[in-house]
């Protein structure tokens, strides 16, 4: 079993690392009692990121369907609790509330390298269509608790690793002409009034100046006021007042941007791409097909992730509540951000060469 | 191709977020400055501060109407919104649609009471706002005894703010829908003086982003609350107060027409000919207040202008009077939210400049309070007594009163300034704005509403009877159609025709002279001298003494009285109406402070004072006459000595107060009245007496009226006495005696004690 080495890929270790211990220093200004929270929740995720790290991702490919179809039964039984905050997006276990929607993301990621990796049609459309099923169908339960956020991750992590593992650009266009197309029954029949709000808000602020816009100004006001040094830990107007809502999840890079400055703020933002493009590395230079492909997947929905989280709080995307990996707070999404770098790195420790590739001579698949 | 793909991945993520530090950029470097300042201003609020009233006080400085700090809870019942780029009337209450209140309001007689009654019922079960409105009250309001006591009361008051709206203008017509659904924005008066910790928690609601739209409709205004320790002693001086209401505040900063024309305010408003509230041009209440047209997205919205935060304004008495020099002024003040603690509720604090609201002028009365509750406490005890006597019962059982009105002034003669002026049946000034209480003294017979010593008897006209006349006396004595020599004979009886003029109980008075018809009141002699006068002169010298124009007194709706117009000109002016005008009988209808200053008038060298309440000693609008007679000093001489035998003569014919006016060993002047009224089946007969202390250097005017009390020398001679007693200090000792007789059980040194105290007070 033991035909991996253990090379850790400092590169992603030491970025996740700066995220996370700026996130922590920021929550702590934001509200101090989740982040001790968070510091209990960080213990756990942890373990989730060892786990992740020694299990063999080969394993878990192995069994991608079962894993897939628990995770599925979860998503829809959770269709059938109670809602809270107006989503049925929680399942109830002593000790916390679990989001299955989160645990979907690795459950799809393993599916699709799986699914992607066994057979050698992804230059045809017929090859597409698996993919995309298996991708379609937890999307729209997702949509249906509602959990828009979550749910915008699905499409993109399909684009990317059916692109990058060779799928025609041109059936891509198709898909995404239809995916376009799909933007008008979910308008119709899925999105709820609030949401169709957040995105008439999002077009028109200013009409939309007292319910739907009060957060996106609030987080706007926040983050410019911040100016390029910001106002120091603890000392941001808008944070300390509560008048940023949601400050200690989906909105804390308001509270970073607005303590922290420009400079704190670009600086967590290369750190997730240097995060984002070391795990596209370790895809690169990964010896297993579907290893690669998991590498992708992770490396595409923690920056998807990042994106929307920021383009929403920059108010450059329509409101969706997404957290930010890493630093918002919250146990589920914690643990399985945490759990996937873990897989990245356990994929990194069996790498096809380590100065470079002109130096490689061994079986590159594909 | 994989490698080069994941090359590719990298690149759009890399573009991506550039993409996101360019907009980072933006806002933090390139617009940064605009983000500081409009956070910086949604930090901080512009908050109208309601200035202080000015206290009333007494001449010795004792607080008679004051202003203690209370929070307001204002309600706004529908507010306008954008409504996907349209504006839309939306209700602030769940489930009051403004269409509905609209229809409950439109709503004739019984239609309106039942769509009323179902809003009402409508809001007591179904409503969340009320709920939660009411669970805030009942913990935190200590007055508040159950969840459905709070609920009845804010239904209560929220229904009480819909019956305010009006439906029609002023010239009687329904107004527009729209007019009416406008009106619904305009912020009003839900509950007064709520507690400290209800204002908190309503405001901690509304200061969160999630929780705000619960209470839209509510306002918590920081504001003052109108306290009258004395209660009913001073209700008709002090007045009571109340809200600007929407055509005041029309008139004070015009208004926006159908046509979108602004009609401008006058900027004041003038109640009983007194400035009764004026705006400075140029200041900030005016900015406050002033109707403005706010363009958004290239249109114009005509907004009507706001309103003060918690006016309060006098409604009657001084209050009303002196409102413009009571009242304070507005000032904006601008707050900044902060959280003075990481863990505690955030506050808004005054941000920067201290300013505060201008407070009004306290205001000094001439009225001495000790003596008013003196004087008070007399004309209970004398109406309590008067109304146990027998004969009496039969009018009162008729007229429906238990007790009977009564009214009590005393006057500086020389000065006008009014000491003491009560009138019984009073009011609570506290309780006013309590519907229910308000309602039930509306309703009472006895009209307590009414200041009867500016209004006279209320109900029908209120004739002076003979009180009238000492000036009937000295016109004709000043005129010279008499002298002190000239003597008629009255035989009980005088006819013109067939018709009978009666003297008092047709008594057979004799030959006379003026102070002798004065001290009998015999009718026939002023019959012979008001003839002899004629109408003309008789009516201008009346008109001249200040019957039928109003004093001038400060305080609003005095009645102006009446004096018969064709006396003046002449025409179809009978001799029997001259008889009736010479004893103040038919249609002459005399005030008692009209009455005061007339007397006045006689013993003080003819000066016309001006009665008043404002203890102003250098002001001269108050304290000088508006005129003066140049009267004979004999002729006064003799009209004072015909009245100094009204009360003081003993032996027959005794003077028609001497029985019960009389004082030993204190001389004083004075003139009974009997007025008649009402028509032959339901005569009434007013009691008056009108009196001048002390005779030789005359000082006080004390003038009483008890309505339908029959004899002014039976019913209120005693009121008179034992009020110039009080305020001259005689027979202290008596008093206190009297006083407590009952207590003579008690022990000695208590009893010595207590007398000790009440000579003290005395």
Redesign the interface.
């Known amino acids: 079993m033991n035909d991996r080495g253990w090379k850790i890929d400092w590169v992603v270790v030491i970025s996740t690392a700066i995220v996370v211990g700026i996130g922590l220093y920021y929550l702590k200004s934001a509200d101090e009692e989740y982040y001790y929270k968070q510091l209990n929740w960080l213990l756990v995720s942890a373990v989730a990121l060892a786990a992740g790290f020694i299990i063999d991702f080969r394993i878990l490919i192995r069994h991608s369907f079962v894993i897939y179809i628990g995770v599925f039964v979860f998503l829809v039984g959770v269709l059938f609790t109670s809602p809270i905050n107006g989503a049925r997006s929680w399942i109830r276990l002593p000790g916390f509330n679990m989001q299955p929607s989160e645990l979907m993301k690795i459950a799809l990621i393993l599916l699709l390298a799986k699914i992607l990796s066994s057979h050698e049609k992804q230059a045809t459309v017929r090859g597409l269509i698996m993919p995309f099923i298996v991708t379609v169908i937890p999307l729209g339960l997702i949509l249906k608790q509602p959990d828009l956020g979550t749910g915008m991750l699905f499409p993109p992590l399909l684009v ?1 690793m059916v ?4 799928a025609r650009i041109l059936h891509l266009a198709v898909v995404a002409v239809a995916g376009l197309c799909g933007v008008a029954p979910m308008w119709l029949f899925i999105m709820k009034e609030y949401q169709k709000n957040r995105i ?1 808000a999002f077009l028109n602020p ?2 939309y100046s ?2 739907e816009a ?2 996106l ?2 987080s ?9 040094y910001g106002m120091g830990w603890g000392q941001g ?2 944070t ?4 940023l ?1 949601e400050k200690h999840t989906d909105f804390i890079f308001g509270v970073i ?1 607005e303590e922290g ?2 400079y704190v ?2 600086g967590l ?2 750190a ?2 240097v995060l ?2 070391g795990g ?2 370790i ?2 230079y990964a010896s297993d097909p579907s290893g ?1 492909l998991v590498a ?1 997947g992770i ?2 929905i923690i ?1 998807a992730q ?2 929307e989280n ?2 929403v709080v ?1 108010a ?1 995307l329509p409101t969706t509540g997404i957290t930010l990996p890493l630093i918002s707070y919250g146990g589920s999404s914690m643990i399985v951000t945490f759990f996937m770098i873990g897989l990245l790195l356990g994929i990194g420790r069996s790498r096809v060469f380590i100065m470079g ?1 002109e130096k490689f001579t061994g079986v590159v698949p ?1 | ?3 080069r ?6 690149f759009i ?2 573009v ?2 550039f ?3 360019g ?3 933006y ?3 390139y ?2 400055e ?3 300042k ?3 201003r ?2 901080h609020r512009l908050r109208p501060i309601p200035p202080s009233r000015g206290s009333i006080l007494d001449r010795r400085g004792r607080v008679l109407a004051g202003d203690t700090a209370s929070f307001d809870l204002w309600m706004q019942l529908a507010s306008y ?2 409504i ?2 349209k504006r839309k009337l939306i209700s602030n209450i769940d489930v009051l649609t403004p269409e509905s209140v609209y229809e409950a309001l439109v709503a004739a007689g019984t239609q309106r009471e039942i769509k009323l009654n179902l809003l009402k019922k409508n809001l007591l079960e179904h409503s969340d706002f009320v709920e939660e409105l009411s669970q805030i009250l009942l913990k935190n309001d200590a007055e508040i005894s159950s969840i459905e006591n709070s609920k009845e009361r804010v239904v209560n008051s929220i229904i009480g703010i819909l019956s305010q709206i009006s439906v029609k203008s002023k010239s009687g017509i329904y107004k527009s829908q729209r007019d009416i659904m406008h009106s619904f924005t305009d912020p009003r008066v839900m509950l007064n003086d709520i507690s400290l910790k209800s204002y908190q928690e309503i405001e901690q609601i509304q200061l ?3 929780t705000k ?1 619960k209470f839209e409709a509510l306002n918590v205004r920081g504001g003052y609350k109108r306290i009258y320790p004395y209660g009913e002693l001073m209700a008709h001086i002090t007045g009571y107060t109340g809200n600007l209401i929407n055509s005041e505040y029309q008139q004070l900063r015009g208004y926006w027409d159908d046509n979108h024309e602004l009609v401008p305010g006058d900027n004041k408003i003038v109640k009983s000919g007194h400035l009764f509230f004026e705006i400075e041009p140029g200041s900030e209440e005016e900015e406050m207040i002033k109707p403005r047209i706010r363009r958004s ?1 290239g249109k114009d919205y005509y907004l009507s202008g706001g309103t003060f935060s918690n006016e309060t304004v006098g409604r009657s008495g001084i209050e009303q009077w002196y409102n413009q020099e009571l009242r304070g002024r507005h000032v904006w003040r601008v707050e900044k ?3 003075p603690n ?1 863990d505690g509720p ?1 506050l808004f604090i005054n941000a920067g400049m201290r300013k505060d609201a201008i407070n009004g002028k306290n205001l000094k009365l001439t009225i001495d309070v000790d003596f008013q509750q003196k004087v008070s406490n007399i004309l209970n005890d004398e109406l309590k007594k008067l109304s146990r006597e027998p004969k009496h019962r039969k009018v009162l059982n008729r007229l429906g009163y238990d007790e009977f009105p009564g009214v009590v002034v005393v006057m500086n003669v020389h000065n006008g300034e009014i000491y003491a002026m009560v009138s019984t049946p009073s009011y609570d000034p506290n309780k006013i704005h309590d519907p229910d209480y308000y309602k039930s003294i509306i309703d009472d017979k006895k009209f307590p509403l009414y200041n009867r010593a500016i209004y006279g008897v209320v109900k029908g006209a209120s004739p002076a009877g003979s009180t009238i006349k000492p000036l009937v006396g000295m016109a004709a004595l000043e005129e010279g159609a008499i002298t002190a020599n000239t003597h008629y004979i009255c035989e009980g009886v005088e006819y013109i025709g067939d018709k009978e003029y009666v003297c008092m109980n047709r008594a057979h008075h004799g030959s006379m002279d003026v102070t002798d018809a004065l001290k009998v009141s015999c009718n026939v002699f002023f019959y012979h001298a008001g003839q002899a006068l004629g109408g003309k002169r008789l009516s201008s010298w009346l008109r001249d003494f200040g019957l039928g124009s109003v004093t001038g007194i400060d305080l609003p709706r005095e009645r102006v009285g009446h004096l018969p117009e064709n006396a003046f000109t002449g025409i179809r002016w009978s001799l029997g109406e001259n008889y009736h005008l010479s004893i103040g009988q038919g249609a002459v209808d005399v005030t008692p402070i009209q009455l005061a200053v007339a007397y006045s008038t006689i013993v003080n060298g003819g000066y016309k004072v001006v009665p008043h309440l404002k203890y102003d000693p250098s002001d001269p609008t108050l304290n000088y006459p508006k005129g003066r007679f140049k009267f004979s000093d004999k002729n006064v001489n003799l009209i004072k000595n015909g009245m100094w035998k009204v009360v003081q003569t003993g032996e027959y014919p005794r003077g028609t107060a001497f029985r019960l006016g009389m004082i030993e060993g204190f001389e004083y002047i004075g003139k009974t009245g009997s007025a008649e009224a009402g028509r032959r089946k339901n005569r009434v007969t007013h009691a008056s007496f009108a009196a001048i202390a002390p005779y030789d250097e005359p000082e006080i005017a004390v003038v009483a009226l008890i309505p339908y009390g029959d004899h002014g020398g039976a019913s209120c001679a005693r009121l008179v006495k034992r009020v110039i007693k009080a305020y001259f200090h005689l027979d202290e000792f008596q008093e206190i005696n009297t006083d407590h007789e009952i207590h003579q059980d008690k022990e000695w040194d208590e009893y010595e004690s207590e007398s000790d105290s009440n000579g003290a007070l005395g």
Do not use: C
Request: no cysteine; charged share 20%; net charge positive.
């Open positions: 990317a692109f990058s593992s060779g008439r200013e009409l007292a319910r009060w957060q100004i609030q706007l006001i926040a983050i410019g006021s911040g100016g390029i107007s808008q300390s007042l509560d008048l809502s941007a400055g420009f703020a670009t933002l290369v997730y791409l984002i493009l596209l590395h895809a690169r690669k992708v490396s595409t920056g990042v994106l920021v383009g920059t450059s590739p594909k | 191709m994989f490698r793909r994941t090359v590719i991945l990298g993520f890399a991506g977020f993409l996101l530090i907009r980072l950029w806002l933090q470097v617009t940064s605009y983000y500081k409009m956070g910086e949604r930090l919104k954008k996907a780029g969160n982003p999630y739209d997205e939210l902060v959280k990481p955030r």
